[in-house]
């Protein structure tokens, strides 16, 4: 945890993304953006691209995603199911086939809360779209990544509520949504961690973040109802006090994707454009990071463990 102390960034909650990437010129540079067509991920999309980025949006609805990104310049998609490691196979074999190097990948696109799902060998949907898919998506594109490149990883203070189930990954004894979920984003928190262990010597880091309280089509499991009773919004639809707008919420992974402040400080979890706090309370607007999500033991062992289920450790 002696990592996760602020930096005095120079913004903050209400920063957006493309306040954040001001004045930063990215031309040259190709970005990869999982869910970069929705949400959250479009922002990010939309300022990099300003920024002057070639953007690359996988997608496993390249028609939807075609639509949403028409119009903003210097942007591409591509087919691909987070949650079918064929599918991450065959995209990754086509990016690799351009030659092209990659300067940073924004692992932004997960589910949320969503009915018990199994994908694949029967792995719980959350744990295998949200962290086993980016875990594959990055081992493969290893070789495109430049020297000095960065990996994001999406998290979010839904960490908060479970660690890594050792005992049940998979929740083969007994289904929950929101813990399933939680875990997703311990995994994309811990994955960060290991990453940046490994992939510092070559010049790769990594970097897990919360983006905050946002209204997006994540929450599209989420009744209504249930959102007004968890206080995400007012009984007349409109966010509750303390939630960002969505270019708001972009603005920590833009963040954490371009500044110079990150250069020498991988492995972060960070929120509100800056290296988070340990979190004091369990207040998940308020935010900051719990122990075990940035734990490198549990770090360690989730890698081990990711690798053995996807066959890939190619920062060995």
Excluded at 70 to 81: C, F, I, Y
Excluded at 162 to 172: L, V
Excluded at 201 to 217: D, M, Q
Aim: with cysteine; glycine share 12%; proline share 5%.
């Amino acid at each position: 945890m002696t990592k996760q102390r602020g930096i005095g960034s120079g913004f903050g909650a209400r920063s957006t993304a493309e306040e954040v990437v001001r004045g930063v010129d990215l031309a040259g540079r190709t970005v990869l953006v999982t869910g970069g067509y929705s949400g959250l991920g479009l922002e990010t999309t939309r300022a990099l691209s300003a920024a002057g980025a070639h953007v690359v949006v996988p997608a496993r609805r390249p028609a939807v995603a075609e639509q949403a990104l028409r119009g903003v310049p210097r942007t591409e998609t591509h087919a691909l199911d987070l949650g079918d490691l064929e599918s991450v196979r065959l995209f990754c074999e086509r990016f690799l086939d351009t030659g092209r190097a990659l300067d940073v990948i924004i692992a932004g696109a997960g589910v949320m809360a969503c009915p018990e799902t199994r994908v694949g060998p029967g792995w719980e949907a959350h744990f295998a779209i949200n962290h086993l898919g980016h875990f594959a998506l990055v081992n493969r594109l290893r070789p495109a990544l430049s020297p000095g490149a960065r990996v994001v990883s999406v998290a979010s203070s839904g960490h908060f509520l479970s660690g890594i189930r050792w005992d049940d990954p998979q929740f083969d004894r007994g289904y929950d949504r929101w813990l399933a979920y939680a875990q997703s984003k311990t995994a994309n928190a811990l994955f960060a961690v290991h990453l940046d262990a490994l992939g510092a010597s070559g010049g790769v880091h990594a970097f897990a973040l919360h983006p905050g309280s946002i209204l997006t089509p994540l929450q599209r499991h989420v009744p209504r109802d249930e959102q007004i009773a968890q206080g995400w919004m007012t009984a007349d639809g409109a966010p509750a006090a303390g939630f960002k707008t969505p270019e708001q919420g972009a603005a920590t992974a833009v963040w954490a994707a371009t500044s110079p402040l990150l250069e020498a400080r991988g492995g972060v979890y960070c929120q509100d454009c800056d290296v988070a706090e340990p979190a004091t309370t369990d207040d998940m607007l308020v935010g900051g990071v719990k122990p075990w999500a940035v734990d490198p033991e549990q770090a360690a062992r989730l890698w081990t463990f990711s690798s053995e289920l996807t066959g890939l450790d190619t920062f060995a």
